[in-house]
Each structure stands twice: as C-alpha cells, then as structure tokens.
C-alpha cells in the first residue's frame, strides 16, 4: 500500500475528475514530503503519501505533477 504505483494511480484518478468538473480552478498536494510518524494503532511509523522522501529526494509523482503542471500553462 502507498507504492509510487498506487500513488501515481491515485493523483490520476484526481485528474480526471477535475478535468470532469471545470468550476474546480486548482490543486493542492496534500503532503509536501513523507514524514515520520509515532507507532500506534492508526499510524506505522511514517507517512509516505508525500511527493518528496523525507530525506527530500523525488518520487515519481513529482515528475507525473510537473508533467501536469507544465501543461496547464
């Protein structure tokens, strides 16, 4: 769960329903980058739904929301 695959599928998913809808005028990413979390029943240790790693190194969405981005303009 949370692989840059699924995280690739998941931001597309977005895609296509803001492409559905034109009253949606923007985007935001949740997650800047993945951070760690403290063990417990909710949380395993860290969060990896960021478009950055937490040591700030690029993940595939980063290229896939550029790619986005660049387009709009």
Do not use: H
């Not at 690739?8 to 009253?23: G, S, V």
């Not at 980058?33 to 190194?57: H, L, P, Q, Y």
């Amino acid at each position: 769960m949370w692989s840059q695959e699924y995280q690739n599928e998941y931001y597309q998913m977005y895609f296509d329903i803001f492409k559905k809808y034109p009253f949606i005028c923007g985007e935001l990413v949740w997650n800047f980058a993945d951070f760690k979390t403290s063990k417990g029943i909710m949380r395993v240790g860290g969060n990896d739904k960021g478009i950055f790693t937490r040591d700030r190194e690029l993940k595939d969405i980063a290229f896939t929301l550029k790619k986005r981005w660049q387009q709009l303009n």
